[in-house]
């Protein structure tokens, strides 16, 4: 419902209810006989100045005399006649003002004329345009076509004229009425108040305006009237109380159409308060009743709660009727005629019950005078529930659709048991906005379920599921979304496992919150992981992810509008190697990691801040730490240190205080932090990620480098095979001897640093500025979840895997390694390159 719609009817209702007009009593031959104060407030002239005169002199225009005249002798008027006229004042000017002049009857002698004046200005201006209230406004009939009843009493209060408006108001007939008291036509305690004001009014002189009561109808009447009367003093040519005149409007439907636009003003405030469709279903029914029912129900499809499209028609579908699911139930007799039963619980609906012909129409089902007797289908009901609704004497009933998007999503009912009012026309309109409004809260949560559903499906693929670090450290983390209701927002972090026992930790920014913000954020997690594994030193990786963000956004622009900004993104990206205890980092506009040593002492290493992914500014730098065993990094989100009026070093003192926690566990250490500085209520995502580092013991690695000479190939394997004797691993001694026969060999042939490797390296190349001498080659053996070998040189060739031909004598080398191995692969380092392999242990699957 439209605020413009129900402030215009309010007002123009208002208005002419709290009217004061200008009261004039005239007799059959237009002679002033009674003037109120309110006509001398009008027109200045006192009752001493205009009782005895003619009421046509007050009236300017000779036209308007004419008319006024006319207006008295037809018959054909009825006995009314309003139109507007220009009245002389007392000081000379004349005054725009409706007039509206009614006949009264007596029980004897010509008919008398009353006249109300009301000054145009004063007159409330009717909307002209339509509106969504149409239908309500269509009760309110403009002012010059409002009925008014007249009643004229005496001194003592005995009625001696009245109009015939009055008795078709209030049901007194003017046999009944005429030369009594109203205590003695309608006896009763409400006659009794109403004589009491008229009393006030003979007395003081002044006006009582808009006096509310009940029409006098008989028992068996539909529905109560309302009226609003205006008592007025009527004064002789001496100033003396002649008696009171009472003007009465019928305001029975305008006080209906404003409790109607009551309810649909309440309705945009209490449905819809939620993205629940089962407490929107519940905030319908509690509004319906009692203000529109006395009992309602709402029902659901039972896709609806689910998020799922809705089916365009829901009548029965191959004989079977469909599920509905219970959203909504109130009654004025809490549990009766039916027990409130859970939010979503099933409800039969019988397949001859009006709801099936609702749903399968779309239409509403309007029964004013319900037939609840024994052998409609009520019965099909389960049988204690039909004898309840009809002890509850169910007799009125609306089964309302829920439509949306031009689908069914359910069905409203509501019925009138203690109210002997059967639902009338508009009752059902009211019912039918009522349900609209519904109707558009539950689409928006339906599709907010649908929405959620997917983004936390979303964040389910993103984010890791098992984070573990593996032999390197332990992890811990914390993820809360600002974008509560998704559930997930553009913070995103990640662990990987390297090769060689080593783990990468990864935290990450995107602007914004919600699903877009978690789509791009996939983007680059995606592209993190992959740049992870091509094993690369951190600034590289941050380099190719920055190219990536930058391709991204090209993608999205489109080249027929300027350019937009690029994704806005910031990432700090770590790799921590448990053999040398050393820790690589590089960020990217992030804030800086914190690391936590063993006592609980917090520093911020300085480590280049670099520009935001995503503008190609300048390169990045990776710094390398050395940290104690147990120490813990920490890396986070600017939403875990940002606060209102506050810079973010003073964030990072707070962050420094409540990581200083070392008798906590990490992951208490990780709760405890959270708690401790996120915002209430979060402006930005948080993220935070904490990793206890750990380191091998010496006799879990061996290394051994060797001269650049074949000859040192067969002590390599020797040396290899020893060390897994002592580590209880012979059975893998055979495959390993293999392994680093087969790299070393291609090392010590291809480790020149300038040709380029094709299969097993096996290509000619350029000789070395060095001697054979000068060069080196490593040999590692790392025993932790598998058995890894690495063998190092200080060439930059890549090693590729081919399949050779039966006549070549190489290239079968890597080929066999790959046959060997669990995975194998290259990391490329500033002074050449590592090749590793790893093998699974004899006892792990």
């Not at 004897?108 to 109300?116: F, L, T």
């Not at 365009?312 to 809490?334: D, Y």
């Not at 039909?386 to 009125?396: I, V």
């Not at 984070?467 to 992890?475: K, M």
Request: proline share 7%; net charge negative.
């Amino acid at each position: 419902m439209g605020s413009s719609a129900e402030t215009a009817v309010s007002e123009g209702r208002t208005a002419i209810e709290k009217v004061c007009p200008a009261i004039a009593l005239l007799d059959a031959q237009g002679t002033v006989i009674g003037w109120s104060q309110s006509a001398q407030r009008l027109m200045g002239y006192s009752a001493a100045e205009v009782v005895g005169r003619s009421g046509g002199v007050l009236l300017v225009d000779a036209g308007d005399r004419e008319k006024a005249s006319q207006a008295a002798q037809e018959s054909t008027l009825h006995g009314r006649w309003s139109d507007l006229a220009q009245v002389r004042h007392r000081d000379g000017r004349s005054l725009d003002v409706r007039l509206c002049v009614s006949s009264l009857s007596g029980q004897d002698g010509p008919e008398w004329w009353v006249v109300c004046a009301t000054e145009k200005a004063s007159l409330p201006v009717w909307p002209a345009e339509s509106t969504v209230a149409e239908p309500l406004l269509a009760t309110l009939p403009p002012p010059s076509r409002l009925p008014i009843g007249v009643v004229v009493r005496d001194r003592h209060l005995r009625c001696i004229r009245v109009n015939d408006t009055q008795g078709s108001q209030d049901g007194i007939p003017p046999s009944r009425r005429l030369g009594r008291r109203l205590t003695e036509a309608a006896p009763g305690t409400e006659t009794g108040t109403l004589e009491a004001v008229m009393h006030q009014v003979l007395e003081s002189g002044d006006p009582a305006i808009n006096v509310d009561y009940q029409a006098f109808q008989p028992a068996n009447a539909r529905g109560n009237r309302i009226l609003t009367a205006s008592y007025f003093r009527l004064d002789d040519a001496q100033g003396h109380a002649l008696g009171v005149c009472v003007v009465s409007v019928d305001v029975t439907d305008s006080r209906r159409a404003r409790e109607r636009l009551a309810i649909l003003g309440e309705a945009s405030r209490r449905i819809g308060t939620t993205l629940d469709v089962m407490r929107t279903g519940q905030e319908l029914a509690d509004l319906a009743v009692p203000f529109l029912a006395d009992y309602a129900t709402v029902d659901l499809a039972d896709s609806v709660p689910r998020g799922e499209e809705p089916l365009t028609h829901l009548g029965t579908q191959g004989g079977c009727v469909p599920v509905f699911r219970r959203a909504g139930l109130a009654s004025i007799h809490p549990g009766t005629p039916e027990p409130r039963c859970a939010p979503g619980e099933p409800v039969f609906v019988p397949p001859t019950s009006p709801v099936i012909g609702v749903l399968r129409s779309g239409k509403s089902h309007f029964e004013p005078t319900l037939d609840a007797s024994p052998g409609t289908w009520l019965d099909h009901h389960d049988a204690a529930r039909a004898e309840k609704l009809r002890e509850h004497a169910m007799h009125s009933l609306m089964v309302i659709p829920i439509h949306a998007r031009g689908a069914v999503l359910g069905v409203a009912v509501f019925v009138r048991t203690k109210d002997p009012r059967p639902f009338e026309e508009d009752d059902l309109l009211l019912a039918e906005e009522l349900v609209s409004w519904t109707a558009l809260a539950l689409d928006n949560a339906r599709q907010y379920v649908r929405e959620r559903s997917a983004a936390l499906a979303l964040q389910r693929l993103l984010l890791p599921h098992r984070a573990t670090g593996g032999s390197a450290a332990e992890v811990a983390w914390r993820y809360l979304p600002a974008d509560s209701h998704h559930g997930i927002g553009g913070d995103w972090f990640d662990v990987i496992p390297l090769f060689g026992t080593r783990v990468a930790l990864v935290v990450g920014d995107v602007v914004g919150h919600g699903i877009n913000a978690a789509a791009k954020m996939g983007q680059l997690r995606t592209a993190m992981r992959t740049l992870a594994d091509m094993d690369m030193p951190p600034d590289e990786v941050l380099s190719r992810l920055d190219e990536q963000v930058i391709r991204l956004t090209e993608a999205e622009a489109d080249p027929r509008l300027p350019p937009t900004s690029t994704i806005a993104a910031t990432c700090l990206y770590a790799v921590y190697d448990p053999v040398t205890r050393t820790c690589t980092m590089a960020r990217a506009g992030h804030p800086p990691p914190a690391i936590i040593d063993p006592y609980g002492h917090v520093t911020f290493p300085d480590l280049p801040t670099g520009a935001p992914l995503g503008l190609g500014l300048v390169p990045f730098e990776s710094v390398t730490v050395e940290l104690a065993e147990g120490s813990v990094l920490a890396l986070y989100t600017d939403g875990l240190i940002e606060a209102r009026d506050q810079d973010l070093s003073a964030g990072m003192d707070r962050l420094r205080a409540a990581l200083a926690r070392p008798d906590l566990t990490l992951d208490d250490l990780c709760s405890s932090t959270v708690d401790t500085l996120r915002a209430e209520p979060p402006s930005d995502d948080v993220t935070l990620l904490l990793a206890r580092t750990r380191s091998l013991s010496t006799d879990q690695v061996a290394f051994w480098r060797f001269p650049s000479d074949p000859a040192v190939v067969s002590r390599a394997r020797t040396l290899a095979a020893g060390q897994l004797t002592q580590w209880g691993l012979e059975s893998l001694a055979e495959s390993t001897e293999l392994i680093v026969s087969e790299l070393l060999t291609n090392a010590i042939i291809h480790g020149n640093g300038n040709g380029t490797c094709n299969g097993d390296c096996d290509s000619d190349s350029d000789s070395d500025s060095d001697s054979d001498s000068d060069r080196t080659i490593g040999l590692r053996l790392i025993r932790h979840e598998v058995l890894t070998c690495e063998v190092s040189d200080t060439s930059h060739s890549h090693p590729l895997v081919r399949d050779p031909r039966a006549g070549d004598e190489h290239g079968r080398g890597l080929l066999l390694v790959t046959q060997l191995s669990q995975r194998w692969g290259t990391r490329h380092m500033p002074d050449g390159k590592l090749i590793w392999a790893d093998q699974q242990l004899p006892g792990r699957a």
